[in-house]
Every structure is written in structure tokens, then in C-alpha cells.
């Protein structure tokens, strides 16, 4: 018989973007009503650099948080190409949970990224001394490289030497996108583990261009092949404690993604539990979604797992087409759609 419920443990994102200022307290509680805790990403105007700006932005998160919903920013420091090494004993004592890497133009708020690996040094030894984190998005720059291809190519010329110089640091390979990510991360030691989006689990290169061009489903790294979304599946349903939910939902107005040069990134928080048990349905593996959902990414981080549970149920609901965005309005992936499942 189809299954019509599932309850797990109350889930974690371990990939986020929630801004800040009036954006911020759009979507933040979005969030909130879904997950226990999320990995917020530093890349504001600007970067999150120091541990001090961490706390504080920490601070602006939990004030968007509405009165009786428990929910824990877990916050992370943006790596520069002179990110002091002695920030990361601080970032530590500040309850920093990890720093994220950024090469320089890769996505939005890049700029300040970092421009040669090998400038880093000093803070990755210090992270790697801390078990401190890098979270990474991982695709090369170039301009030659083609934008499909850019995931590999990072693969095999920056991530393989960066695991070979730091065999024990702890590496996310942020929202993989390809075969080769998730062979490479399958492979690799158990410093290594991955995130994956719902939006990479339920759509292919297709949907960017169904009728037209189709910005709100424009992110980075871009949607690929459909071998590649199904090699995707496979690793976020197979159990593997080393693939675990993120969901990168990058909330941008509408009319800055509705654009001659739209923004990229997909905003999927309204509805991603409900987003990522419609893939697990598709590929018959609910029983899978609770390790991928609540359980691989806290072990990963060595935090403790959420106690409490949601349900999900097989229930169709239409997700509102748009919300306020401060003085703009935000669309939502599958805005003004039905989605099967509901998450009470
Ligand atoms: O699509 C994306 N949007 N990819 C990223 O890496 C950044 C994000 C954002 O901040 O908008
Ligand atoms: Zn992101």
C-alpha cells in the first residue's frame, strides 16, 4: 500500500542563505518551521569575516525567529585570501561551526573569495588543528571552462590536492551537482561528506528552459544532465552517511531574478522538507529520508541529533505563488504550484 505519513526526527539544513535586514526576517521563519538548526552561509554585502560579525549576525537571525519556534543559526566565517589563522581559535570559542570557501566570481557575493588555495594555508591548518569545517563550492572560474563541466574541474585540480595536503580536515563538498561529485565524495576519507539540494534531486538542465527561459530555476552550481540528477538520487537515498540535506535556498526578488542577468539561486525554503520527500517518494526511499534529513549531517558536524519529530503526509497543497521580500516580492521554487506532500 502507498505510504501516506512519515514521521522523522526533526531535520537540520546544513546549507542556507537568509541574508539580512528585511529579507532576513522574510524568510527566516520560513526556515524556522521547518528545521531545527541551519548552517547560515557568511557571503553578505559584506562578507562575514571575523568571529565578532558571526555573533552579531547571529544575533539579527534569532530576533527574526518568531516567539515559540525553536531554531538554532549555526554560523560560519567567509574564507579570504587573508583570513588570519588566529580568527579560527576564535571563530571556535564564539560557537563558529565551520568557514566557507568561495572562489573568487564562482557566485553571488564571490568577490571577496578566495583567489589561489594556496594563500590559505596557514587558516586551513588551523581549521584542520580546530576540526573546524571548510565548506566548499566547489567549481573552478575560468572563463574557458565550460559553466557544465566547472563542478569536475574543481574536483580533480583544487579538491584532489586539498585533500591530499590536509588528509584530516573535515570537507563539505557544498550542493553537488554531478556523478563525478558524488563518486569523488563516495571515494574520499572520512573527513569527507556532501550536501544535497532538493532542487538537484527533482530537476534537470530541462527545467531552465521548459517553454522559455525559466529563471527561478536558475542556481549555481547550474542544473545538469538528467544522469547526473539520478546519480544524485542514488547517493542521497542510498544511507550513505557521508550525503545529507542542504538545502542552498538563496532567496533574491523576483525582479532581480526575472532580469536580463538574473541572480542565481533557488528559494526552496517554504516548502523543502516537502520538496525533498517528493524525490525520496520518486525514487521509493522514504525510509532513507530520515538519515539524509536529521541524522548524517549532525554526526558529520559531531553536534547532537534534534530531539522531536514532524510529519510529513501525503497531502496536496498549492505553495503560495509569492511572498514580501521587503519593498519587492520573493517566488518561490514551485510558487503557485501543487505539491503532494504537507509538512505538519
Ligand atoms: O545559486 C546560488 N545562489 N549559488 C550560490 O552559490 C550562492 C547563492 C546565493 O547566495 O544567492
Ligand atoms: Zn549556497
Redesign the pocket.
Known amino acids: 500500500m502507498t505510504q501516506q505519513e512519515i514521521t522523522i526526527t526533526r531535520p537540520d539544513d546544513w546549507h542556507l542563505?537568509v541574508r539580512d535586514g528585511e529579507a532576513l526576517k522574510a524568510v527566516v521563519p520560513h526556515t524556522a518551521a521547518q528545521f531545527g538548526r541551519a548552517i547560515i552561509?557568511p557571503?553578505l554585502k559584506p562578507p562575514v569575516t571575523t568571529a565578532a560579525q558571526a555573533v552579531a549576525y547571529r544575533e539579527r537571525i534569532q530576533a527574526a525567529v518568531p516567539k515559540g519556534m525553536a531554531f538554532q543559526p549555526l554560523m560560519t566565517l567567509y574564507l579570504t585570501d587573508n583570513l588570519p589563522a588566529d580568527e579560527i581559535r576564535r571563530a571556535k570559542d564564539a560557537g563558529v561551526v565551520a568557514v566557507k570557501l568561495y572562489p573568487a566570481g564562482?557566485?553571488?557575493?564571490s568577490d571577496a573569495g578566495v583567489t589561489d588555495l594556496r594563500k590559505t594555508c596557514k587558516t586551513l591548518e588551523a581549521m584542520q588543528r580546530e576540526g573546524l569545517p571548510l565548506l566548499v563550492?566547489g567549481e573552478v572560474t575560468s572563463p574557458e571552462i565550460d559553466l557544465f563541466d566547472r563542478e569536475a574541474v574543481f574536483i580533480e585540480t583544487q579538491l584532489v590536492p586539498l585533500r591530499r595536503d590536509f588528509p584530516e580536515l573535515k570537507i563539505v563538498v557544498e550542493?553537488i551537482t554531478t556523478r563525478e561529485a558524488a563518486q569523488y565524495v563516495r571515494a574520499a576519507n572520512r573527513f569527507t561528506a556532501a550536501t544535497i539540494t532538493a532542487h538537484h534531486l527533482l530537476y534537470n538542465r530541462n527545467a531552465l528552459f521548459l517553454g522559455g527561459i525559466r529563471p527561478h530555476y536558475y542556481?549555481?552550481p547550474v542544473l545538469k544532465r538528467e544522469a547526473h540528477r539520478v546519480a544524485l538520487v542514488e547517493a542521497a537515498t542510498g544511507g550513505n552517511p557521508k550525503f545529507f540535506l542542504g538545502t542552498?535556498s538563496?532567496p533574491?526578488a523576483a525582479h532581480l531574478k526575472e532580469h536580463a542577468c538574473g541572480?542565481?539561486?533557488?528559494y526552496t525554503a517554504p516548502a523543502a522538507m516537502e520538496l525533498y520527500a517528493e524525490a525520496f517518494d520518486q525514487a521509493d526511499a522514504l525510509d532513507k529520508l530520515e538519515g539524509f534529513a536529521s541524522f548524517h549531517g549532525a554526526d558529520f558536524y559531531g553536534l547532537p541529533r534534534n530531539s522531536g519529530t514532524v510529519t510529513l503526509r501525503r497531502e496536496a497543497w498549492t505553495l503560495p505563488e509569492t511572498f514580501a521580500y521587503g519593498d519587492a516580492l520573493l517566488k518561490p521554487l514551485r510558487g503557485g504550484e501543487l505539491l503532494s506532500w504537507s509538512l505538519s
Open positions: 542563505h552561509m557571503n564562482a557566485t553571488t557575493n563550492h550542493h542556481c549555481l542552498d538563496a533574491h541572480c542565481a539561486g533557488c
